[in-house]
């Protein structure tokens, strides 16, 4: 049986974060979830090439494309335009999907508890990120407070966020020593052909890659 | 717009819940969740009933069928069977959905966020029920904190659970006082047809009827 799930979009931090899972726990699950999101089947295609990569067979892809109806996200609501590469805004930019971690985190906790693992993995990073409040570590030490009070008494589940304080930088530094398919990953918020370099997800990966002086193995259309 | 989300099951207790929330609150939306239950149609049938008969328009039905895939529960997984006929049992029964109710809350808060609701109610009861992890105070007092943590600064957002402290018998007595359309509601976990009379939730639907000398207007099969 596992003893850790992982939530794994097929984005680049997911990945580092299965990486780091795999070194600690012998057995990880695999949980995907579309959220109706404009490059959910391009994220998926990744998903399953990463889990066909390390050949782990436990997978879950779960759909809560409600999360589309009831929009209010540039990611989920075509109406609402991504904003084109500017990283320093202070405010929590369109993308933010409201709660969208919550709910993820609540179907991997409900599969946790059937499997009986006792941690669940996301690849959240808080520093050099978006600026999501879902990211932030506050975030997971009070989920990690509902899943004591909301589970059997017997059910032990943490939240394991390896990535929360580390930089763009240091992630992919972790990916190359972790020999982590790079090349499988999708990151871009926008597009699912080539990414398109200018939305925030392509800008931290880019710098990442970029300070960390690796080149970043997907084609970008600028 | 409204100013509370509701979460209504079709059952009797989200039906009183409601029937509070609209004292309170002038605009209200209500959401209901198919989670791959075995009575799911038959509480959607009385969700829209209960909805119809308010006026209410503004709805949201979402389906989180995955809660049946992942299982781990009688009410999801048909080869775990019910049991039939007593409530004094010490453990949490087989009936739990995991982790359930914050599924259903974080569905319900991603929505409050975008409509800029301030309350959900949630027909949650811990003394006189089930005895599920995820009915209990302190897990709505925990949820309260992630909601308070994972959203935007400027959202305000609190879970109203007005029958958490109640008996099955004052639940009936407050639904009398507001002349809630009590024959339209669902409670059995069991059939969808005549209520079994013997699950649960049926044997807590009639224990609260019966101690509240009220006659059930539902038909029972026993």
Redesign the interface.
């Known amino acids: 049986m596992p003893t850790a799930v992982c939530l794994v979009s097929g984005g680049m931090d997911s990945l580092v974060a299965l990486a780091l899972a795999r070194q600690k726990t012998p057995e990880v699950a695999l949980l995907h979830v579309n959220y109706g999101h404009l490059t959910e089947s391009r994220e998926l295609k990744a998903f399953t090439e990463v889990a066909d990569y390390y050949g782990i067979g436990r997978r879950?892809v779960?759909?809560?494309g409600?999360?589309h109806?009831?929009?209010?996200s540039a990611l989920t609501d075509p109406s609402i335009p991504l904003p084109v590469g500017r990283l320093d805004r202070p405010e929590?930019p369109v993308s933010?999907?409201?709660?969208?971690?919550?709910?993820l985190?609540?179907?991997a906790?409900?599969?946790a508890?059937?499997l009986n693992a006792g941690e669940i993995y996301i690849g959240a990073v808080e520093e050099d990120s978006s600026g999501y409040?879902?990211c932030?570590e506050?975030?997971f030490?009070?989920?990690n407070?509902?899943?004591?009070?909301?589970?059997?008494?017997e059910t032990l589940i943490q939240i394991v966020a390896p990535l929360l304080h580390l930089t763009k930088k240091q992630i992919v530094e972790t990916g190359v020593e972790l020999k982590v398919p790079f090349h499988l990953t999708w990151s871009c918020y926008r597009a699912s052909e080539l990414a398109c370099g200018t939305c925030d997800s392509c800008l931290l990966r880019l710098k990442g890659f970029s300070e960390a002086g690796v080149a970043d193995p997907i084609g970008y259309a600028r």
Request: charged letters at 25%.
């Open positions: 879950l779960v759909d809560i409600y999360l109806e009831i929009g209010g929590i933010y999907v409201p709660f969208r971690n919550a709910n985190l609540a179907v906790t409900s599969w508890e059937v409040p879902d932030r506050s975030f030490r009070a989920f407070l509902v899943i004591r009070e909301g589970t059997r008494p």
